[in-house]
């Protein structure tokens, strides 16, 4: 189930950013602020801390719920909300008179399940609840999500199917030899538009494991 609708996903992506003019390709992202506990190569336990996203769920796992969910969310962060504010995928876009330009973070992350899929964008650190423009799509929602610790694995190339599989059976392996329990169901994170090099993509798979673990790091 999960890796064909994964290139969905990956494909949607690369799309949407196209659609949405990204100015650069050296455009420089926000990221969450989240912490290192383990390193090990290319497998890490981090850290977050609590996040404010923008989701949407969608029925479906393929390529058109996917396609769906991300142009909901697009619309969103350009402009279709209360006050017309721009929520930038990268470096700066151009701005309608009087709105104002949010440089969202990174990266797009995507959970699924046998019959719908979650996308979220996550916002910038200085917006809460209360600052950020009411969606005009009502599908749209926003939360708090809790600090969580991940193990993550991280890794380059065309996010395909047979890679996303390798490297979540990897990361599974991971986890079972160091003692560590999965919480939840693997999460898919893209962080590049869609013209950079497939060696200097970055694509990473994380999968919740219980906070108590943390002190067995």
Excluded at 113 to 140: C, G, W
Aim: glycine share 4%; net charge positive.
């Amino acid at each position: 189930m999960q890796g064909k609708s994964i290139i969905f996903i990956c494909s949607l992506i690369a799309g949407g950013l196209s659609v949405a003019a990204l100015s650069t390709a050296s455009a420089r992202y926000e990221e969450p602020k989240w912490s290192i506990v383990r390193n090990d190569d290319q497998f890490e336990i981090r850290r977050y801390p609590r996040l404010l996203a923008a989701s949407v769920t969608v029925n479906g796992v393929t390529d058109q719920a996917a396609n769906n969910a991300f142009s909901i969310l697009a619309g969103y962060i350009f402009g279709k909300n209360s006050t017309r504010k721009k929520i930038d995928m990268a470096a700066p876009v151009t701005q309608e008179a009087g709105s104002t330009k949010i440089a969202m973070t990174v990266p797009v992350t995507t959970s699924l399940n046998q019959n719908s899929m979650t996308m979220k964008f996550y916002m910038p650190a200085q917006y809460d609840l209360e600052t950020l423009p009411e969606a005009h799509d009502k599908r749209i929602k926003f939360e708090l999500i809790a600090p969580q610790l991940y193990a993550t694995v991280r890794f380059s190339g065309r996010a395909k199917e047979a890679s996303i599989s390798k490297h979540t059976q990897e990361l599974k392996e991971y986890l079972s030899t160091n003692g560590l329990v999965a919480t939840g169901e693997p999460v898919l994170a893209f962080y590049n538009p869609p013209w950079t090099p497939p060696f200097l993509r970055r694509n990473e798979i994380w999968l919740p494991v219980h906070e108590q673990l943390d002190k067995k790091s």
